[in-house]
């Protein structure tokens, strides 16, 4: 009889604890077991096991669900940590790191077995007839139940004399592979010199900054073909894959084999057969997105990270853990080097960059070409059309007779409730905060989202008293349709999230773009690493609608988006020509642009978010109250600034709300990293005694700040 402390599969913080359990079977810690807690039966992971009883009372196991563990030892120290770092429960952490067919209670995703045959017992009493038919076969068993008894008549009767057996395997499904040619070319001696910085550096992490077009995708594949030739795993992590088909053909023309591709539009079958690829170590290369950062790794050599910058690598529900932080700490347990690249740099990366706690790897120069020359389209001088300006539409013009391609990239983000002077383009800001307000139509009221603060509107321009106010509204179908009547021969297609909704549609439609496309229109996906050497123009419209600061990050998003945007022309031999349509042309973040100069950008930027006291200047979190009744809401979280006492937080302040909930926010400030994490622990117990119905909810690094 062993006593073994199990992790019950329930999410709340309050049983963020282990529960120990009498068990007769052999078990082994990072199996799952079933257990009776309380008047249910729950699903629950085993954390340790102990001979000697701690308490007199114990209820046995009610049944051992796995021989071999699912977690292994590292993975549990990983989950455990990031349930201390991100203020989570583990077990929340434990069913995120597995594949939704292998979550403790996986009665929905099921794995499909399927059928195959292989050879059974030898000397078998045979006729002539059934030997030739075995004899056709066995040099390529084992093989699909299906096929053979497509191609023997005579499986049935082999199989009842056991001359041929049956098994069970999980199913295979295929994938389609449309295989891509690869290419090799000389590398230019910047990229030399990267690969050599990082393969010979005795650093850990890496910050590969190169510009759009620099060949940052070569140096990774050149690096990680080092790291699988020492016989090593390779994690190769990608923003939302969808956006990325480009990026999987490059790996697969390079590596061919030994693959696992891992990301959100797999079924549940699909993930969990990559799942076992590796951890059975049959691939040595995991593509994937956010969570194949939790794949079961036995010798990991090197961890890519592309795009670092992405939004994506933070998960928005529990546990809301940041990818990099995972990376770092596979990276410490497995002694590998991490690169982190992208050609613009999330603030953090590049403040740590600067301080040397990465080394800063660069990439100057463009493979082919010079950088794209971007003009800056001052709509408030400039006629348009549509939302149009004059020049960006005679450069489509030129480009379609040319028989090249242009992207345009209708700006969407954040872009409605922001309240802009048609007449003077001031845009109403909060006084405290510097932020931009946001127009709340059902009440006519301004509001700051940072403090909280709410403003009269008197529909008056403070500045120069104009009644006039913009009206920043145009969605992709509307554009769509502005362009067909501007160029009715020009094939034109649209890419955004309706027009993306169904599997593999996004690679479907960059692939009609590739062959066919004249124009390709859409939101912040066109943004994102498309390489098509014959795109000579980019149009950016609504370019400001993401710099109003209605939230401490939204220059540095909008300098990312505009530079990866115009990073999409000009990659080949054709000179690439960019149209940024804005009423700011010398905004900050405009001119860095213009200048594809990121290290002004950062500068600058860092300049105001030391003086607004915000990352990486400071630790954030935000806490959110969410109940029906926002008075309820509101009241909790004036008492938790209360606890709060000597910590400085923002708010609370009401924002939209959830499944018909009100949503209240508190934002957390703290200069020490280990002293927030404290405080948001105490402020979790100090919840818990309240034995209130209002739910607090924790995001610990916000990546922005929710509305
Ligand atoms: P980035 O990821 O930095 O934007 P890519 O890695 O996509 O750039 O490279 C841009 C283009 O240049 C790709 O089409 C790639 O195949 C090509 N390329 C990369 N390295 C070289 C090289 N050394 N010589 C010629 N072409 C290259
Ligand atoms: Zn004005
Ligand atoms: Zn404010």
Redesign the pocket.
Same mark, same amino acid.
């Given at each position: 009889m062993s006593y073994i402390d199990v992790y019950v599969e329930h999410n709340t913080l309050k049983l963020n604890s282990v529960f120990t359990y009498s068990c007769r079977e052999d078990v082994l810690p990072g199996c799952r077991v079933k257990v009776s807690f309380g008047s249910q039966e729950l699903i629950g992971f085993v954390a340790k096991i102990d001979v000697i009883p701690k308490t007199s009372s114990i209820k046995e196991v009610l049944e051992v669900i796995d021989k071999e563990p699912l977690i292994n030892q590292e993975l549990f120290e990983l989950a455990s940590y990031i349930s201390k770092r991100y203020v989570c429960s583990v077990i929340s952490v434990l069913k995120t790191m597995l594949p939704p067919a292998l979550k403790p209670s996986s009665s929905r995703a099921r794995v499909i077995y399927e059928d195959w045959i292989d050879l059974g017992k030898e000397n078998v009493d045979l006729t002539i007839k059934q030997k030739k038919a075995l004899e056709s076969i066995q040099d390529r068993l084992p093989m699909k139940a299906s096929l053979v008894r497509k191609e023997i008549t005579l499986t049935k009767v082999l199989l009842e004399k056991g001359a041929l057996q049956i098994f069970k395997k999980v199913k295979h499904t295929e994938s389609i592979e449309d295989t891509v040619q690869d +290419?090799s070319?000389?590398? &230019?001696s910047e990229?030399i010199q990267a690969i050599e910085t990082i393969d010979s550096g005795n650093e850990r992490t890496y910050l590969l900054h190169?510009? +759009?077009?620099?060949?940052? &995708?070569?140096v990774f594949l050149q690096l990680a073909q080092k790291v699988l030739d020492q016989g090593k795993q390779v994690l190769f992590l990608v923003p939302e894959i969808g956006l990325t088909p480009m990026m999987i053909q490059r790996v697969k023309a390079r590596f061919k084999t030994g693959i696992a591709l891992y990301h959100s539009s797999l079924n549940a079958q699909e993930k969990y057969e990559q799942y076992l690829s590796v951890k059975e170590n049959r691939v040595s290369i995991v593509v994937g997105t956010r969570s194949s950062v939790f794949m079961p790794f036995s010798k990991l050599g090197l961890i890519l990270m592309d795009e670092e910058h992405d939004g994506s690598y933070k998960q928005d529900s529990m546990p809301r853990y940041h990818t990099r932080d995972v990376v770092l700490a596979r990276a410490r347990y497995h002694n590998c080097k991490v690169v982190l690249s992208s050609?613009t740099p999330s603030l953090d990366s590049y403040a740590r960059a600067y301080k040397n706690v990465y080394r800063l790897v660069e990439?100057k120069q463009r493979?082919?070409q010079d950088m794209p020359s971007i003009h800056l389209v001052d709509m408030k001088k400039e006629s348009s059309k549509h939302g149009l300006s004059e020049s960006l539409i005679q450069a489509i013009q030129r480009c379609l007779d040319h028989k090249e391609q242009a992207i345009l990239l209708l700006n969407r983000r954040g872009y409605l409730p922001v309240v802009k002077c048609a007449q003077c383009q001031n845009v109403l800001s909060c006084p405290d905060c510097g932020l931009a307000l946001s127009y709340h139509k059902n009440q006519d009221l301004l509001m700051c989202h940072c403090c909280g603060r709410v403003f009269h509107f008197d529909h008056t321009c403070p500045q120069c008293h104009s009644h006039d106010f913009f009206q920043l509204s145009m969605g992709t179908e509307k554009l769509e349709e502005h362009l067909h009547t501007l160029f009715p021969e020009a094939n034109i297609l649209r890419m955004d999230a309706d027009s993306t909704r169904k599997k593999n549609a996004h690679a479907a439609i960059l692939k009609e773009f590739e062959t066919k496309g004249d124009i390709l229109l859409g939101t912040q996906m066109v943004a994102k690493g498309l390489?098509f050497e014959r795109v000579t123009v980019v149009g950016i419209l609504q370019a400001d609608a993401s710099l109003a600061r209605v939230d401490y990050q939204s220059a540095e998003t909008a300098y990312a988006m505009l530079e990866q945007a115009s990073?999409r022309c000009g990659?080949?031999v054709l000179e690439g020509h960019v149209y940024i349509q804005t009423f700011e042309p010398d905004h900050y973040v405009m001119q860095s642009v213009l200048h594809h100069d990121y290290s002004s950008f950062f500068f600058k930027e860092m300049k105001y978010r030391h003086l607004g006291q915000y990352p990486p200047y400071v630790y954030l979190c935000t806490v959110i109250y969410t109940h029906f009744n926002e008075q309820k809401a509101m009241e909790v979280a004036n008492e938790a600034k209360l606890f709060l006492k000597d910590a400085k937080v923002l708010g609370p302040i009401s924002i939209s709300m959830r499944q018909k909930k009100k949503r209240v926010r508190l934002v957390l400030k703290c200069k020490d990293e280990n002293q927030l994490n404290f405080m948001v622990w105490s402020l979790v117990e100090h919840h818990l005694k309240l034995r209130t119905p209002v739910k607090q909810d924790i995001n610990m690094y916000p990546v922005g700040l929710e509305e």
């Amino acid at each position: 009889m062993s006593y073994i402390d199990v992790y019950v599969e329930h999410n709340t913080l309050k049983l963020n604890s282990v529960f120990t359990y009498s068990c007769r079977e052999d078990v082994l810690p990072g199996c799952r077991v079933k257990v009776s807690f309380g008047s249910q039966e729950l699903i629950g992971f085993v954390a340790k096991i102990d001979v000697i009883p701690k308490t007199s009372s114990i209820k046995e196991v009610l049944e051992v669900i796995d021989k071999e563990p699912l977690i292994n030892q590292e993975l549990f120290e990983l989950a455990s940590y990031i349930s201390k770092r991100y203020v989570c429960s583990v077990i929340s952490v434990l069913k995120t790191m597995l594949p939704p067919a292998l979550k403790p209670s996986s009665s929905r995703a099921r794995v499909i077995y399927e059928d195959w045959i292989d050879l059974g017992k030898e000397n078998v009493d045979l006729t002539i007839k059934q030997k030739k038919a075995l004899e056709s076969i066995q040099d390529r068993l084992p093989m699909k139940a299906s096929l053979v008894r497509k191609e023997i008549t005579l499986t049935k009767v082999l199989l009842e004399k056991g001359a041929l057996q049956i098994f069970k395997k999980v199913k295979h499904t295929e994938s389609i592979e449309d295989t891509v040619q690869d +290419t090799s070319f000389a590398l &230019t001696s910047e990229q030399i010199q990267a690969i050599e910085t990082i393969d010979s550096g005795n650093e850990r992490t890496y910050l590969l900054h190169g510009v +759009t077009g620099s060949g940052k &995708t070569e140096v990774f594949l050149q690096l990680a073909q080092k790291v699988l030739d020492q016989g090593k795993q390779v994690l190769f992590l990608v923003p939302e894959i969808g956006l990325t088909p480009m990026m999987i053909q490059r790996v697969k023309a390079r590596f061919k084999t030994g693959i696992a591709l891992y990301h959100s539009s797999l079924n549940a079958q699909e993930k969990y057969e990559q799942y076992l690829s590796v951890k059975e170590n049959r691939v040595s290369i995991v593509v994937g997105t956010r969570s194949s950062v939790f794949m079961p790794f036995s010798k990991l050599g090197l961890i890519l990270m592309d795009e670092e910058h992405d939004g994506s690598y933070k998960q928005d529900s529990m546990p809301r853990y940041h990818t990099r932080d995972v990376v770092l700490a596979r990276a410490r347990y497995h002694n590998c080097k991490v690169v982190l690249s992208s050609a613009t740099p999330s603030l953090d990366s590049y403040a740590r960059a600067y301080k040397n706690v990465y080394r800063l790897v660069e990439l100057k120069q463009r493979i082919h070409q010079d950088m794209p020359s971007i003009h800056l389209v001052d709509m408030k001088k400039e006629s348009s059309k549509h939302g149009l300006s004059e020049s960006l539409i005679q450069a489509i013009q030129r480009c379609l007779d040319h028989k090249e391609q242009a992207i345009l990239l209708l700006n969407r983000r954040g872009y409605l409730p922001v309240v802009k002077c048609a007449q003077c383009q001031n845009v109403l800001s909060c006084p405290d905060c510097g932020l931009a307000l946001s127009y709340h139509k059902n009440q006519d009221l301004l509001m700051c989202h940072c403090c909280g603060r709410v403003f009269h509107f008197d529909h008056t321009c403070p500045q120069c008293h104009s009644h006039d106010f913009f009206q920043l509204s145009m969605g992709t179908e509307k554009l769509e349709e502005h362009l067909h009547t501007l160029f009715p021969e020009a094939n034109i297609l649209r890419m955004d999230a309706d027009s993306t909704r169904k599997k593999n549609a996004h690679a479907a439609i960059l692939k009609e773009f590739e062959t066919k496309g004249d124009i390709l229109l859409g939101t912040q996906m066109v943004a994102k690493g498309l390489d098509f050497e014959r795109v000579t123009v980019v149009g950016i419209l609504q370019a400001d609608a993401s710099l109003a600061r209605v939230d401490y990050q939204s220059a540095e998003t909008a300098y990312a988006m505009l530079e990866q945007a115009s990073g999409r022309c000009g990659r080949n031999v054709l000179e690439g020509h960019v149209y940024i349509q804005t009423f700011e042309p010398d905004h900050y973040v405009m001119q860095s642009v213009l200048h594809h100069d990121y290290s002004s950008f950062f500068f600058k930027e860092m300049k105001y978010r030391h003086l607004g006291q915000y990352p990486p200047y400071v630790y954030l979190c935000t806490v959110i109250y969410t109940h029906f009744n926002e008075q309820k809401a509101m009241e909790v979280a004036n008492e938790a600034k209360l606890f709060l006492k000597d910590a400085k937080v923002l708010g609370p302040i009401s924002i939209s709300m959830r499944q018909k909930k009100k949503r209240v926010r508190l934002v957390l400030k703290c200069k020490d990293e280990n002293q927030l994490n404290f405080m948001v622990w105490s402020l979790v117990e100090h919840h818990l005694k309240l034995r209130t119905p209002v739910k607090q909810d924790i995001n610990m690094y916000p990546v922005g700040l929710e509305e």
